[in-house]
């Protein structure tokens, strides 16, 4: 049953497409002011396959304004690089200990950074358990790398994670409702860009399909994606 509110942000939701600046400061007046500080999210249909490996767009964009939000970083490597790493932004530093405690199902983590020889020693091991929660590392979205201290700092400072989904779509939240409309444009600007990069050689035709914009509890607008400066 729909509830009477979201009746009233769906009337708000004319049958068109708005410019992008326009669409977030919309979608920050129909936020839900019994939440705090709702996120704003953004879905891109993008005109790939992925059920073709190379059509798969995945990585991760460190937005110029961040994500607004605590993001819980495990990093494994060893003991010497604990306190460099918990002061850029680490919440936890192990090896085999680390790798014990998520098998027993402490996974309270939004991002896994590992050292290549870490990835093959130990978490290698942990597909089964990082796996379904979307949590393994993977050198293309930075989180493999030797360049420990400088991945934790993107991660904390607001990197966001991205892969298509079985439909071809880009989720993720670009800012919260309190940033003002710019800073969440820079976000999405950068955003596309970025996927704009990334594009696939074999993709054909039109590569961006749709751009939906909205926060935690509202519904889509959509976005007119040649109103955005990419």
Known sequence: MTSKRMERLNALCEDKKYD??????????MCD??????????AVKLGV??????????????????????????VFADASQEEALKAAGAMRVGLEDLAEEMKQGKLDYDRII???DAMKQVVSKLGQVLGPKGLMPNPKTGSVTNDLVQAVKNAAGGQMVFRTDKAGIIHGSIGRQSFDADKIGENMVYLMKELKRLKPSSSKGAYFV??????????????????MPI
């Open 20 to 29: 992008y600046i326009s669409a977030i400061k919309l979608v920050q007046t």
């Open 49 to 74: 396959d992925p059920r073709k490996s190379d059509q798969n767009v995945r990585g991760a964009a460190t937005l110029p304004n961040g994500l607004g939000k605590h993001v819980r970083i495990a």
């Open 33 to 42: 002011t019994k939440m705090k500080d709702e996120s704003i999210d953004i």
């Open 114 to 116: 590992a050292t290549p």
């Open 210 to 227: 749709s751009c939906h914009l909205s926060s935690t509890m509202s519904p889509g607008l959509d976005i007119d994606i040649q109103s």
